[in-house]
């Protein structure tokens, strides 16, 4: 009870190189295994955005928003984006966290808020509490149910177990029911969803040692005592009968965190919530259209990805999906390498920067997020071979590849998004590292330059981060 406010063949481009550019090409690929050909400089602060209000309705990217002029709002950072007019997943609960992350929420927050949901009514619309008294998401209890009866009525909505009802107690949770944000900015300020529930308890004797402040506690418990004010006791130790357990919550929200999230903590999160594991499905698919559609601003330019060498390119350039990786995601832009044929990028990089890279071992133990990989020997084709990126790593082993001038569909991925609005891009997911390296029909996995420890994934986090909210 809240006591008080509660996815025929894939098809790669031609990788032949323009005739019109052919002796900058030589001249940058003669260059490359000394140190450097060209310096590849940083991608501009701001990118163009595109208001494609189809795409975005039609292919159920729910939390990205570009009319909005955000897009951080992915997975947080920006709270006060429009309310939502309809809700996207497979169960409330996959739909609670989506519409968590798509007004700002950080993966930390969505999954501490929704451990307090999953305690109290375990995302039904219609819960009531069995002594009558709560009722819905957050057991909104006495003149706060009152209040969220009226509201609802007045709004012509139904408080039964469908999506108008979820939706309707999502918004009123978020700044319905006080006409303002009163917990996100607090909880999303927490950077675990872990806490100390022996400061946090509501109830009984237990209230005399709960800190007035839950700040610094996790978000699981800030968002009890701002939002829930429950019975809970602290620990299951504490288990007294008809009341709930503090820890459990915490578990709920671990639980979610690794589902939705990777497991990330805050400590590798960034302000557009891009966590630990890279990039989320939706992200990628937002970060795949964006370099699409902002092709002009990202790779034409003095102050561009390669200094505007990919910028009139129509085909052959895969290896402009490894620039943009090794450049936007790099500690020092100024120290990454030319970019050669395909088959040749994630050698050079691990070669070169030594310091950043790390070759991926043969069972893919060790790769990190924003790493860049290369097929070539054995192509049928007979060309120079593909390249491309991982942007997401998932803890059952899945990857998620985003990759430029390749088209269709190919073998073993479970998810697959394809677009072309002049510049080719597709992202894939797979659910394992063998399933990534029989992926490309034609071509045979070579390498793959990963970050050498999480920590250096880290901070490419951040800076991918950036890029997205640009």
Known sequence: MALVGKWTIGV????????????????????????????????????????????????????????SGSVCSAAGGNLTGPAPTSLTGADNEEKAWNYFTARGLTPVAAAGTMGNIEAESGFRASAVES??????????????????????AAAGVNLSDNDAALLFQLNYLWDGEYGAMTWQEQVNAET?????????????????????????????????????????VPTEADRIPGHGVLTHRIDNAKGF????????????????????????????VIVAKKLSD????????????????????DSGYCTAGAAWMAVTTAPQPFAVPGIPDGVNVANTLTAINFDVYANAKPDGSNIQPFS????????????????????????????????????GSVPGSTKEFT????HRVAVYQFPSFEAFKNSHNGYVYNNMATPKDSSIAGEMAKKMAKFIGN
């Open 12 to 67: 790669e481009m031609k990788h032949t190189i323009k005739m019109t550019i052919k002796p900058f090409v030589v001249a940058i690929f003669s260059l490359v295994f000394i140190i450097s050909s060209i310096p590849l400089t940083s991608t501009q602060d701001t990118y163009a955005k595109k208001c494609d209000k189809d795409f975005y309705s039609n292919n159920d990217v729910f939390f990205y928003d570009p009319c």
């Open 131 to 152: 002594n009558g008294v709560g009722l819905g998401i957050i057991q909104w209890s006495y003149d706060r149910r009152t209040k969220l009866e009226s509201a609802a």
């Open 192 to 232: 675990t969803v872990e806490g100390d529930t022996t400061k946090a308890s509501f109830w009984g004797s237990f209230n005399n040692n709960r800190s007035e402040s839950q700040a610094g506690n996790g978000s699981t418990m800030v968002f009890h005592a701002l939002i829930e004010r429950s019975g809970d």
């Open 257 to 284: 965190l690794e589902k939705y999230s990777g497991g990330a903590s805050g400590s590798t999160s960034s302000r557009c919530g891009v966590s630990g594991g890279g990039l989320s499905w939706d992200q990628a």
């Open 294 to 313: 902002d092709w002009s601003t990202i790779y034409c330019g003095g102050d561009s990805i390669k200094s505007g060498f990919y910028c009139d390119w």
């Open 372 to 407: 860049i990989w290369s097929f070539g020997d054995g192509s049928i084709s007979g060309e120079p071979g593909h390249t491309g990126t991982i942007v997401g790593v998932g803890t059952d082993g899945s990857l998620i590849s985003l990759e430029t001038n390749w088209s």
């Open 419 to 422: 677009y072309n609005s002049g």
